[in-house]
Each structure stands twice: as structure tokens, then as C-alpha cells.
């Protein structure tokens, strides 16, 4: 069985990613929690992976690391159903995931994900809202071509939804206002099986990573064990 190491499931949004993937497609694996910001995590990472980041997948004699490329060994590897059938689509969910790799820095900076908190909603700047209405573009075209058989970019849960997950939490933490196509979306992410496993144990843990708690007063705090 594979083994996927972590951290800290409130903030660690590139961990959620490939962790969503494999446990709502049915991918068993064991899993290793090493947490944020502790004087020992560089050390404890490092003793998985060289390039001393989370996550990680270990199979056996093979480790891979970056998310893309763990969901990339996930499908190829161990046959789960990653990218969408038709072809079209699948180009469109693997160009749409290298863009959220790759893209929405303002949305990411200004707003870390941190499940443990919901915050008033305000105007964060120019450059997060320009994030915000292209997430929301992707959405409703991903949905209009492709999404006709389910509630998620492609119909069915993919590896595009999986990448978009973290984002999706920003939007609902920070109280974004967002058209009811997106809102819809938003709402499907965070309803999955899933995602709800994750975030009860997010709100267990008791570990503050102060780089990923923005300086304002949180209209909800929804962390028991902090």
C-alpha cells in the first residue's frame, strides 16, 4: 500500500490535494502527518523526499513528489479514473490544473487556507479579485462543455476538481461574494465525503501556524482542539 506524507490538514493546501484525490476515488494508502513550522519538520520531510516539501507519495521503491505528478503516478500507477474519459476534456482538466499550479498567487498570498476560521468578507485588492473572476470563468466553462453528467468541473470528480479544492475553501473562509454557477461549485467541493473526512480532523488539531492566520478578527472559529 502506499503511503502519502502530509501536513497540518487545517492549512496544508497541497496536501489536500492529492490526499482528496486518492480517498474519494477509493485509493487506499497509509498516511503520515508531519506538521508545520516545527524546529524538527524540515529535518522529518527531508528524510522522505530531497526536495524537503509535502506531499509526498511513497510506493514501494518509488517516491514522487509535486502534486501534479503524484496524481500523474496515481492514475498511471494505480489505475484510478484521474482525468476525465473524453479527450477534450481532459486536455482542458490538465491545462486548467497546470494553471492552478502555476497561477492565482494574489488569491493564495492574501488568503491562506486555514479551515479553522471564517472571516468577515471585504475587498482584499484588484489582483485577488482578478483570481476570483478567473476561477469563476473556469468554472462555468469547464461546466457549460463538459460538466453536463455531475456537479464538478467534468461531471465527475477529477484531478482538476482536486487542485481547485484548496481555492474553493478560500473562497467560502473568506466570505467571497460569488455567482450562484460558482457558488454552486464551491458548495459541491465542499460537501464531498472526503473533504468532510479531512476537515474534521483540521479541526482537531491543536498546532497554530501563524504564518497561515491572517491579522483580523475571524467572524467564526471553528478549531476544538486550539
Not at 502519502?4 to 490538514?9: H, M, T
Not at 526536495?51 to 498511471?76: C, F, H, N, Q, R
Not at 489582483?127 to 468541473?153: K, M, T, W
Not at 473568506?174 to 460537501?191: K, N
Given at each position: 500500500?502506499?503511503t502519502l506524507v502530509?501536513?497540518?490538514?487545517?492549512?496544508?493546501?497541497w496536501?489536500l490535494?492529492?490526499?482528496?484525490?486518492?480517498r474519494?476515488?477509493?485509493v487506499?494508502?497509509d498516511?503520515v502527518?508531519?506538521?508545520l513550522?516545527l524546529?524538527?519538520?524540515?529535518e522529518k520531510?527531508?528524510?522522505h523526499?530531497?526536495?524537503g516539501?509535502?506531499p509526498?507519495?511513497?510506493?514501494?521503491?518509488?517516491?514522487?513528489?509535486?502534486?501534479?505528478a503524484?496524481?500523474?503516478?496515481?492514475s498511471?500507477?494505480l489505475?484510478?479514473?484521474?482525468?476525465?474519459?473524453?479527450?477534450?476534456?481532459?486536455?482542458?482538466?490538465r491545462?486548467?490544473?497546470?494553471?492552478?499550479?502555476a497561477g492565482?498567487?494574489?488569491?493564495?498570498?492574501?488568503?491562506?487556507?486555514?479551515?479553522?476560521?471564517?472571516?468577515?468578507?471585504?475587498?482584499?485588492?484588484?489582483?485577488?479579485?482578478?483570481?476570483?473572476a478567473?476561477?469563476?470563468e473556469?468554472v462555468?466553462?469547464?461546466?457549460?462543455?463538459?460538466?453536463?453528467d455531475?456537479?464538478?468541473?467534468?461531471?465527475?470528480?477529477?484531478a482538476?476538481?482536486a487542485?481547485?479544492?484548496?481555492?474553493a475553501?478560500?473562497?467560502?473562509t473568506?466570505?467571497?461574494?460569488?455567482?450562484?454557477?460558482?457558488?454552486?461549485?464551491v458548495?459541491?467541493?465542499?460537501?464531498?465525503?472526503?473533504?468532510?473526512?479531512?476537515r474534521?480532523a483540521?479541526?482537531?488539531?491543536?498546532?497554530?501556524v501563524?504564518?497561515?492566520?491572517v491579522?483580523?478578527?475571524a467572524?467564526?472559529?471553528?478549531?476544538?482542539a486550539?
Amino acid at each position: 500500500m502506499p503511503t502519502l506524507v502530509i501536513a497540518n490538514k487545517c492549512y496544508s493546501s497541497w496536501s489536500l490535494r492529492p490526499w482528496l484525490l486518492m480517498r474519494q476515488l477509493g485509493v487506499a494508502f497509509d498516511e503520515v502527518l508531519i506538521p508545520l513550522d516545527l524546529p524538527d519538520t524540515k529535518e522529518k520531510v527531508l528524510k522522505h523526499s530531497p526536495a524537503g516539501k509535502v506531499p509526498i507519495l511513497i510506493d514501494g521503491d518509488v517516491t514522487v513528489w509535486e502534486s501534479i505528478a503524484i496524481m500523474e503516478y496515481v492514475s498511471e500507477a494505480l489505475g484510478a479514473p484521474v482525468w476525465p474519459q473524453d479527450r477534450r476534456a481532459r486536455a482542458m482538466a490538465r491545462s486548467v490544473a497546470a494553471e492552478m499550479h502555476a497561477g492565482f498567487s494574489a488569491l493564495r498570498s492574501a488568503c491562506p487556507m486555514n479551515l479553522g476560521r471564517k472571516f468577515a468578507r471585504k475587498d482584499r485588492g484588484e489582483s485577488v479579485a482578478r483570481d476570483v473572476a478567473r476561477f469563476s470563468e473556469i468554472v462555468h466553462q469547464a461546466r457549460e462543455r463538459f460538466g453536463v453528467d455531475g456537479p464538478f468541473l467534468f461531471g465527475a470528480f477529477s484531478a482538476a476538481d482536486a487542485m481547485y479544492a484548496p481555492l474553493a475553501t478560500r473562497l467560502d473562509t473568506y466570505s467571497f461574494s460569488l455567482d450562484a454557477g460558482t457558488r454552486a461549485y464551491v458548495d459541491a467541493i465542499l460537501s464531498l465525503p472526503a473533504f468532510q473526512e479531512w476537515r474534521r480532523a483540521a479541526l482537531e488539531e491543536s498546532w497554530i501556524v501563524a504564518a497561515d492566520e491572517v491579522d483580523e478578527e475571524a467572524i467564526e472559529n471553528f478549531r476544538k482542539a486550539a
